[in-house]
Every structure is written in C-alpha cells, then in structure tokens.
C-alpha cells in the first residue's frame, strides 16, 4: 500500500462530506472527472474499494470508513493551520496546494538550517529543496531568513514542520494500519424494510452482527416496495425484508423465504366490535387502519369484501410502520388489518384484542429479497443472524 497524496486525502474527504462526485467536485471547484480519478488513484493505492454506491449517494465501505475518518483528521488539521495564520493577518491558502514533500522540505530544513543539509538527509538535490520552498513561499508567507551561518526558521515554517508531523501520523502511517488488519470486513449491508413485517428481527440481527462482524457497514432503510426494489436494482441496497410476493415483481430479483405471519384484525381492548360477532360487512363502517395501496395486505383487505361482494371501505388511515400502525389502533376507534407470528399474536399488547373472525388464506411468507447473482456472503450472515429469533411458523 502506498501513502495516500494530500490530493487524495483532500479530495476523499470531500466526497465523503457531499456524499457524491458531483457534490464533491462543485466544493473543489474541479471537474468530476478529476474527484473520479483522484477517487480510482486513491483506491488503486490502497488495494481496496473505499466508497460503494449507497441508498442516497456515494457511502464508504467498511474499510472506507477507517480511511475517511484518517482524512477527516487531515483535513481539520490544515484548516487549523490556516486559521492559526488567519489570526495573525496571514493568508495562507495551505489546502489546495500542500504536497508531502513540501512538508517534508521543510521539516528539514527546520532541523538542519540550510538546504543543503535538508538535501543530503532526504536523499534529493539542493536545487530541488531550493525549487519547493519557492513553490511554498507562492501560497504561504516566507518560511526562512537568510542569515550568515544558514537559514533560519520563521514562525510560520516550525508551524507547518509540526503540521507536516501531524499529518504523518494521521495519513502516513495508514497503510501501516490497515497491513496489520488484513482481516477487516470489507463490506456493507444495507437491509431494505418493506412496511410492518419483521422490522424489529433486523434491528436484533444487527446487534448480532456488530459482534461476528465489527468491520461490516450496516445500515437500515425504511420504505415501500417500489422504491426498494428499485435501490436494490440499481445496487443501493442488498436486499429487502418483509411479505414476499411470489414471484417478485421485477425477474432479476429472488425470493428467500424465512417464517410465516397471518393476517389479524386487531382493535383497543375495550373497542366495542368485540361486544359482538362480527362479520367484514358489520365492520365496513368502521376507520380502518390498513397499509398503502398495491401492499400485499391491502390487496388482501380488498378482496376480503370482494368476497363478501361489496366494496372495501374508504376511510382508512395508512401508516408505514408496524409499532406506529399498533399505537393508532390503541389510541383510536379503527379496526387495524396487520400481519403477526404466532408467537407475536400470543404476546399481544393487552391494550390491544384480536377481533374474533377467522379471516381465509391469511397465511403470508416473510423473507428477504436480492438481486439474482449477487454476492451473497453478507446476506448470508444476515440470515444467520436473523435465524435465533424467527418466529415459530405459523400453522
């Protein structure tokens, strides 16, 4: 692995506060194929993919987040530097030029007093120590002044000789770092949640997984079926839990069936649809609390009073999560439609009361939804975290 460039370092840092290219490019005031290629350089650098695609941009990866973090230090080290010399009356504008070996110059001339020494200890020409501390003195105030027996260092130069200190220690000894860890997790796991199936199963898995997996990125995206089927399309996120819809909607995608839910009919404990039997054309006046359009479960709700040849009721409150979809049921007169396990279905909030109606085909599937051909290994791992907690399948 190589050192990265202070280039490098300037330019990954900035992609990864923009989290883009193109953001990026527009705060350097360069083009993007530049942040591009500086981003390929500095990853062909380092032997490792630093920033993935990810659910609203460019995310790092696992290993990325080590080097972004080294980078981040950088970054606020030079802006200290430049504002130590701002407090001054001193404009220096270290940033955008700033090269190892300028630091390096002049650091050592800092040490021995004269180019010449610098020279020898660096293994380069007097001339070309002479040439950077020019190129220097163009975006900074002197560094030197010249007196008989030398060159003696201003402010300014020890200043930067103990950036030049810091920034090795920071960014100069990050491939060493990253040698001694040649088993960090590379990866990311992004789960997409399909709404109120298996939501708190992921958070549990994720817990398991920051112990088997330290180095892993895990992230947690809410959202409908479209939108996480098109994030897992274009590679955004790795797969997506909740009711499967066998087949999937679009053929490059698999299903991976994990447990059963049933459909239920809950409402508050004391609500009075459960004074007596009711049928879904006695509840039809109720305020419902169902899931969005083209959900499995309201395609299910529909043809519940399909069969019962009347249309479903219109007024409806829908909610994406599961725990929100339970608090309105119990703060309010709806009648709620959502899917349980047996054993969630046995631990029912006691605020809450299932309606007494044996709804037909209310066997659902849950599982995990990927992209065929992907990489599986982390998905694999998350299944295996997910496994001490599935449910018990429903019969």
Request: hydrophobic share 45%; charged share 20%.
């Amino acid at each position: 692995m190589d050192t990265l460039s202070l280039k490098q370092v300037r330019v990954l840092d900035a992609v990864a506060r923009t989290r883009g290219i193109g953001p990026a490019a527009e705060i350097l005031n360069t083009s993007q194929s530049v942040v591009s290629r500086t981003v390929a350089a500095a990853e062909d650098a380092l032997g490792r993919a630093i920033f993935q695609r990810g659910w609203s941009g460019s995310d790092p990866t696992a290993f990325g987040s080590i080097v972004l973090d080294r980078c981040a230090r950088g970054r606020a080290a030079i802006a200290q530097a430049e504002a130590a010399f701002a407090a001054e009356g001193i404009r220096a504008n270290l940033a955008p030029h700033l090269k190892w070996s300028q630091l390096d110059a002049i650091a050592a001339v800092v040490r021995h007093g004269s180019t010449l020494s610098a020279a020898t200890d660096l293994g380069v020409s007097q001339p070309a120590i002479s040439r950077t501390l020019s190129a220097v003195n163009g975006f900074c105030p002197p560094l030197f002044q010249r007196r008989r027996d030398g060159l003696e260092a201003t402010a300014a130069a020890r200043r930067l000789a103990e950036l030049g200190e810091l920034l090795r220690r920071e960014i100069g000894t990050l491939a060493e770092m990253l040698a001694e860890r040649p088993g960090l997790e590379r990866g990311r796991l992004a789960v997409g949640m399909l709404p109120f199936s298996g939501q708190d199963l992921v958070a549990r898995a994720f817990g398991r997984l920051t112990h088997s997996h330290p180095g892993l990125r895990l992230m947690a995206i809410p959202g409908s079926y479209a939108m996480l089927t098109d994030a897992l399309m274009r590679g955004e996120i790795d797969c997506l839990m909740g009711i499967l819809r066998r087949p999937p909607k679009i053929a490059a995608l698999e299903e991976r069936f994990l447990y059963h839910e049933r459909y239920a009919l809950v409402a508050r404990a004391d609500h009075p649809c459960h004074d007596a039997p009711q049928t879904m054309t006695t509840l039809r006046d109720q305020t419902w609390m169902v899931a969005q359009h083209g959900t499995p479960i309201r395609s299910y709700f529909e043809r519940l009073y399909a069969a019962e040849g009347t249309p479903p009721p219109t007024q409806t409150c829908e909610i994406h999560s599961f725990v929100q979809a339970e608090a309105v049921v119990i703060h309010s007169e709806s009648v709620g439609l959502l899917a349980y396990s047996r054993d969630h279905l046995a631990g029912l909030d006691a605020r809450l009361k299932q309606v007494a109606i044996d709804l037909p085909d209310a066997e659902v599937e849950i599982g995990l939804t990927t992209r065929r051909g992907a990489d599986v290994r982390m998905i694999d791992a998350f299944r295996g975290a997910l496994r001490p907690d599935l449910p018990q399948t429903v019969g």
